[in-house]
Each structure stands twice: as C-alpha cells, then as structure tokens.
C-alpha cells in the first residue's frame, strides 16, 4: 500500500490562492490517478478533481476554471487552488488509484478561506 503524504494547506483570504501538494513515499509505477477530495465540516466527502498517469484531467463543476491539477509524475499530484472563496473552506484529502498495491488516502490538510 502506497503512502501519501499531504502539505500546502493553511489560511488564505477570499480571491487568494494557495497550493497543495501530495506525494507517494516512494516511486510506484503501478498508480493509476490520482484525485483530490475535500470534506467540509457537516458534509460528506466531495471528488473535486482527478490526473491520470497519461495526463488528462477532470474537475468538479464547482472548481472548474479556478483549480488546476497538475503532477511532476504520478507519484507526485498538486492542485493549485486560485480565486478562492470561503466555501472551499475544507480538509483536502489526495486519493490513489492502484490495482496493485490498492488504493490510498493522505492525511488531509486544512484549507480555510476568510472572507
């Protein structure tokens, strides 16, 4: 099972940008995508956007326009969030898919957005 580790999150005002980033422990060939999710306080998890390991992307309707997902390789995703506004406001987990050696989630990190 891979481990991902998660960074970049913090305390932004509304209009700023802020970017994370999430990294496998080590390089593993067989990771599939990798997606970003964020959990509000009260809601459920929500998919926000996805890479794969040929390079297309996908993105909630919610942040398209203002997200862009983006990675060094498969291993290594970042997602860099610009006009940001107070309902972003979440904990942002990274997810990856691998058939192999299973999927996993980071640790999420905290993202808040002062209006």
């Known amino acids: 099972q891979v481990q991902l580790v998660e960074s970049g999150g913090g305390l932004v005002q509304a209009g700023g940008s802020l970017t994370l980033s999430c990294a496998a422990s080590?390089?593993?060939?067989?990771?599939?995508?990798m997606d970003w999710y964020r959990e509000a306080p009260g809601k459920q998890r929500e998919w926000v956007a996805r890479i794969t390991s040929g390079g297309s992307t996908n993105y909630a309707d919610s942040v398209k326009g203002r997200f862009t997902i983006s990675a060094d390789n498969i291993n290594t995703v970042y997602l860099q969030m610009n006009s940001l506004k107070p309902e972003d406001t979440a904990v942002y987990y990274c997810y990856a898919r691998d058939l192999i050696n299973g999927n996993t989630w980071g640790q999420g990190t905290q993202v808040t957005v002062s209006s």
């Open positions: 080590r390089r593993i060939v067989s990771i599939n995508a």
